[in-house]
């Protein structure tokens, strides 16, 4: 290995490409979180229960699909560049977030719901004070699951003009310096790494304290 090269690749090369992808990785995941998570709510709801099979179903085949061919589907309307990426991982990103929610609401003990009627809570109430603390780790599980899923396919943002790691990468991979691609597949690792540890942070913070 030529380590002038990989050092070229991690300090000069792959800088600017680390802000482009971890801008990529959060402007989808918030949109993620946006959409998949009153998504997975109302999914857990006695009205919209029925439709959960079925929302599932295009889910699953979201994810299916190869991201490359997701976002192939999309350049038609937005072009090459940042937007095709985004909305393609953002379709990529939803399952592990939805399926999480609905599985961590519908997790809560039955019993435990009974009880919270017999205090006088009503659905809000409920939702909010018992359903959502309780179901927490659930979410925040799929919310890593997620993003770790994320940071790993925005590399192929790169092949449309979205930037990212994946510039590096597919530098390598061209030129035939593997250098290149080891320093771009270290630094992905790290910041996938790096997300998953702060989701957990988070994860600590939005638990109650007594549920600890």
């Known amino acids: 290995m030529n380590v002038e090269r990989f050092l070229v690749a991690l300090i000069d090369r792959s800088p600017p490409h680390v802000l482009e992808h971890l ?8 949109f993620t979180v946006l959409i998949a ?19 599932m179903f295009f889910l699953n085949a979201g994810q299916t699909i190869p991201p490359l061919a997701v976002i ?12 095709p990426a985004a909305v393609a991982l953002i379709i990529y990103s939803l399952l592990p ?9 519908l997790g809560v003990p039955e ?25 927490v780790p659930v979410i925040m599980a799929g919310l890593k699951t997620s993003s770790v899923l994320l940071v790993g396919t925005a590399t192929l943002a790169s ?17 035939f310096w593997p250098e290149f691609i080891l320093a771009g597949t270290l630094i992905v690792g790290a910041m996938a790494v790096v997300i998953d540890r702060g989701l957990t942070l988070l994860e600590l913070f939005l638990i109650p304290r007594h549920l600890k």
């Open 23 to 30: 801008q990529l990785v959060g402007v989808v995941l918030f």
């Open 97 to 105: 977030i939805v399926r999480n929610t609905i599985a961590g609401i």
């Open 111 to 135: 019993e435990v719901r009974q009880a919270a009627r017999g205090m006088g809570m009503n659905q809000w109430e409920l939702f909010y004070q018992v359903e959502l603390p309780l179901s």
């Open 159 to 175: 092949l449309v003009g979205g930037g990212g790691m994946g510039r590096v990468i597919f530098a390598g991979i061209d030129m």
């Open 72 to 83: 192939s589907i999309f350049m038609p309307v937005f072009g090459l560049g940042f937007r």
């Open 37 to 55: 998570f009153p998504l997975g709510v109302m999914l857990t709801r006695p009205r919209f229960r029925k439709y959960a099979g079925r929302v």
